[in-house]
């Protein structure tokens, strides 16, 4: 499987559709023994492993009438199949211990890498198809991503599995041209948000929808919480959260200012940060309604089970950094599509709280939502900053408006925290803010209430 990797380029995995290779859960297929036929192409290579010169004949016959069969049976229209898609078959096949026809690949529009969704079928069970993500691998960046998807899959978590390849402490760099996660991914649904969107109309099971997303995230932050040890010996830095790069990499940029000009907000942001408690966690950092994905069984939709991907911004942080993220993508999304969406953040974090103390077991970890006030609010005036401005939005209507929702709610935090007692940490956020903002016409009511 190796060596089949280290032969598949990204570039040959083109986009199209392969349908002519369902052909392959005939009887004549399923004569071919795939194990073996991996064994004849090692033998080819030079590998130690030797078979009887007649049983490999007769194998590479079965192949070849295999191959003649599809070739003679495509559909016009249809893409012969380029060899990097047949390698890639091998591939699953062998991961999969069965045969895997590729139906179809596709194009997915991901601004931070390429990747390309492959659907497939498997012999042994050919009414359902399945798919993995194949994207553009670094030697440097996709070992960290296999290595992380690897832990976090071992821990029980629903999420990608790394396919064909399994992480090794004494790597250090990725070898391949590409990387392919399954797991969640195989039989992965809508978006989230497209699964919020079809049930606009029971605003409750919307809710629901939220409370089991609460669960999950108590799970890994527990789970992975009590793993650190093994993100350490695979050499993973779980550094602590970056809050002036996320206001530099959000904020300032989606204000298209100087650097510079934010520096003062940042003080003013980590001065408020360090009023929390010290409890601290392993947190995903990046768990909006794009990195969470349902699960289909069948054509159904499971509107209770997710996964969640892309763990790149991992970091040790507060708890509430992850529930603050996920609950401000997601009530936008809800009151986008569902007026009548009235439910509360404090509603949510019952669900996360239960979870957590039910599954923290004999760990030294507790999760008081009483207790924990200062943190929730800190960090929902930290993540009303991060989402008031988006670097990558350019409808000037959209950015107005997701100003405005922002900039309220960040308000109210600060009023909050004022009547905790911090008004000076508080005072000195409005400061900034009123300094940064002032040629937002759109914003001055709110800002000078």
């Given at each position: 499987?190796?060596y089949?990797?280290?032969?598949?380029?990204?570039?040959?995995i083109?986009?199209?559709?392969?349908?002519?290779?369902?052909?392959v859960c005939?009887?004549?297929?399923?004569s071919f023994?795939?194990?073996e036929?991996?064994?004849?192409?090692?033998?080819l290579?030079?590998t130690k492993?030797?078979l009887d010169?007649t049983?490999m004949?007769?194998?590479?016959k079965?192949?070849?009438?295999v191959?003649?069969?599809?070739?003679?049976?495509?559909?016009?229209g249809?893409?012969?199949k380029?060899?990097?898609?047949?390698?890639?078959?091998e591939?699953l096949s062998?991961?999969?211990?069965?045969?895997?026809?590729?139906?179809?690949?596709n194009?997915?529009p991901?601004?931070?890498?390429k990747?390309r969704?492959?659907?497939?079928i498997?012999?042994?069970?050919?009414?359902?198809?399945?798919?993995?993500w194949?994207?553009?691998?670094?030697p440097?960046?996709?070992?960290k991503?296999?290595?992380?998807?690897?832990?976090?899959?071992?821990?029980?978590i629903?999420?990608?599995?790394?396919?064909g390849y399994?992480?090794s402490e004494?790597?250090?760099?990725?070898?391949y041209?590409?990387?392919i996660l399954?797991?969640?991914?195989?039989?992965?649904?809508?978006?989230?948000?497209g699964v919020?969107?079809?049930?606009?109309?029971?605003?409750?099971?919307?809710?629901?929808?939220?409370?089991?997303i609460?669960?999950?995230?108590a799970d890994y932050?527990?789970?992975?919480?009590?793993?650190?040890?093994e993100?350490a010996r695979?050499?993973?830095?779980?550094?602590?959260a970056?809050t002036?790069?996320?206001?530099?990499?959000r904020?300032?940029?989606g204000l298209?200012?100087?650097?510079?000009?934010?520096?003062?907000?940042i003080?003013?942001?980590?001065?408020?940060?360090s009023?929390?408690?010290?409890?601290?966690v392993v947190s995903?950092e990046?768990?909006n309604?794009?990195n969470?994905v349902s699960?289909k069984?069948?054509?159904?939709i499971?509107?209770?089970?997710f996964?969640?991907i892309?763990?790149?911004?991992?970091?040790i942080?507060?708890?509430f950094?992850d529930?603050?993220?996920f609950?401000?993508?997601h009530k936008?999304?809800?009151?986008n599509?569902?007026?009548?969406y009235?439910?509360?953040?404090?509603e949510?974090?019952e669900?996360?709280?239960?979870r957590f103390?039910?599954?923290?077991?004999?760990?030294?970890?507790?999760f008081d939502?009483?207790k924990?006030?200062?943190?929730?609010l800190v960090q929902?005036?930290?993540?009303?900053i991060?989402?008031m401005?988006?670097?990558?939005?350019?409808?000037?209507?959209?950015?107005k408006d997701?100003a405005?929702?922002?900039?309220?709610?960040?308000w109210?935090?600060?009023?909050?925290?004022?009547?905790?007692g911090n008004?000076?940490?508080?005072g000195r956020i409005?400061?900034?803010l009123k300094?940064l903002?002032?040629?937002?016409?759109?914003l001055?009511?709110?800002l000078?209430?």
């Amino acid at each position: 499987m190796e060596y089949l990797l280290d032969k598949i380029r990204f570039e040959g995995i083109e986009s199209g559709d392969y349908e002519q290779k369902l052909q392959v859960c005939t009887p004549q297929f399923k004569s071919f023994n795939y194990r073996e036929s991996c064994g004849i192409k090692k033998s080819l290579i030079g590998t130690k492993r030797t078979l009887d010169t007649t049983y490999m004949s007769h194998a590479v016959k079965i192949k070849a009438n295999v191959r003649s069969i599809l070739e003679s049976e495509q559909t016009p229209g249809q893409k012969s199949k380029p060899l990097d898609i047949e390698r890639l078959e091998e591939v699953l096949s062998s991961s999969y211990n069965v045969n895997v026809a590729i139906a179809s690949v596709n194009d997915i529009p991901v601004t931070r890498k390429k990747v390309r969704e492959v659907y497939f079928i498997r012999d042994d069970d050919p009414e359902k198809l399945y798919k993995v993500w194949v994207f553009k691998a670094d030697p440097v960046a996709t070992l960290k991503e296999l290595t992380v998807y690897h832990i976090i899959y071992k821990q029980g978590i629903p999420t990608g599995k790394p396919i064909g390849y399994k992480p090794s402490e004494s790597d250090t760099t990725y070898p391949y041209d590409i990387a392919i996660l399954g797991g969640i991914v195989e039989n992965a649904g809508d978006s989230y948000n497209g699964v919020l969107r079809n049930m606009r109309m029971l605003p409750d099971k919307i809710f629901q929808t939220a409370k089991d997303i609460a669960e999950i995230i108590a799970d890994y932050h527990i789970k992975l919480t009590h793993a650190k040890g093994e993100f350490a010996r695979y050499g993973i830095d779980l550094h602590e959260a970056d809050t002036g790069r996320e206001i530099r990499e959000r904020f300032i940029a989606g204000l298209g200012i100087e650097e510079k000009l934010g520096h003062s907000l940042i003080d003013a942001c980590i001065g408020l940060q360090s009023t929390q408690s010290g409890l601290n966690v392993v947190s995903h950092e990046d768990i909006n309604e794009k990195n969470i994905v349902s699960v289909k069984s069948g054509d159904a939709i499971l509107y209770r089970k997710f996964g969640v991907i892309d763990w790149a911004s991992i970091a040790i942080n507060n708890p509430f950094s992850d529930l603050r993220d996920f609950w401000i993508h997601h009530k936008r999304q809800a009151l986008n599509i569902c007026s009548e969406y009235d439910f509360s953040f404090e509603e949510f974090v019952e669900s996360y709280a239960e979870r957590f103390q039910k599954e923290k077991g004999k760990h030294k970890m507790d999760f008081d939502k009483n207790k924990l006030r200062t943190d929730s609010l800190v960090q929902s005036v930290l993540w009303n900053i991060y989402e008031m401005y988006d670097p990558v939005r350019d409808n000037p209507e959209d950015i107005k408006d997701k100003a405005v929702i922002h900039c309220q709610a960040l308000w109210d935090d600060l009023m909050q925290i004022e009547a905790f007692g911090n008004k000076a940490h508080a005072g000195r956020i409005k400061k900034e803010l009123k300094i940064l903002l002032k040629d937002k016409p759109y914003l001055h009511s709110v800002l000078n209430s």
